[in-house]
């Protein structure tokens, strides 16, 4: 239709203005550094490691040690429990922390849980197996536990594959965590 109102103009001349202006806070001298630090001349860039406004050495490494997280806590691995809530209360979730899944090995009390890693939100909205991966087997929840170590920055999403995706449709048995880089203070 090509009709753009008053009003989305006046708000995008707004946000474009917000945005300048936050730039241009964000490029001020700090204490007697240069405005402008690609203007120097020549090779010297006051901006190296040692002179970087926000670089603090970290003397005394506190960064967060790796955690390991029961998934579903005292409840573990099982059927009809939300796993998503549980991710949302229990993260952030950062790299190189361990997930641990226990469940019961299939007996004839209890039903059988595997673990699947599922290769993107569209299959695992669904529930969709087809081209997940398992992880590990209804044998490997027992004891201590199946440890599944986030090593990657990227969306992981776990989910029950038994029963044909069932657990994860109808039982909740599925979420989902993006691991974060570890923070660093110093």
């Known amino acids: 239709?090509?009709?753009?109102?008053?009003?989305?103009?006046?708000?995008?001349?707004?946000?474009?203005?917000?945005?300048?202006?936050?730039?241009?806070?964000?490029?001020?001298?700090?204490?007697?550094?240069?405005?402008?630090?690609?203007?120097?001349?020549?090779?010297?860039?006051?901006?190296?490691?040692?002179?970087?406004?926000?670089?603090?050495?970290?003397?005394?490494?506190?960064?967060?040690?790796?955690?390991?997280?029961?998934?579903?806590?005292?409840?573990?691995?099982?059927?009809?429990?939300?796993?998503?809530?549980?991710?949302?209360?229990?993260?952030?979730?950062?790299?190189?922390d361990t997930l641990v899944f226990k469940y019961d090995p299939p007996n004839s009390t209890t039903f059988p849980h595997s673990v699947y890693l599922l290769p993107n939100f569209w299959s695992f909205q669904r529930c969709d197996l087809s081209r997940a991966k398992q992880v590990a087997t209804v044998a490997e929840g027992s004891g201590e536990g199946f440890e599944f170590v986030l090593k990657n920055w990227w969306p992981h999403y776990f989910s029950c594959g038994e029963h044909n995706g069932i657990h994860c449709k109808e039982g909740m048995m599925k979420f989902s965590v993006m691991p974060l880089f570890r923070p660093c203070h110093g």
């Not at 806070?25 to 120097?40: D, E």
């Not at 090779?43 to 390991?68: D, V």
């Open 1 to 96: 239709m090509g009709f753009i109102s008053r009003q989305g103009v006046v708000t995008s001349l707004l946000l474009l203005m917000a945005s300048l202006s936050a730039v241009a806070m964000a490029n001020r001298p700090l204490s007697g550094k240069p405005a402008n630090p690609w203007n120097t001349g020549g090779r010297f860039n006051p901006w190296g490691p040692k002179n970087h406004p926000f670089h603090q050495p970290n003397t005394n490494n506190n960064t967060r040690p790796p955690k390991k997280f029961i998934v579903g806590g005292s409840d573990g691995w099982r059927y009809g429990f939300n796993y998503t809530d549980w991710a949302l209360k229990n993260g952030p979730f950062y790299i190189n």
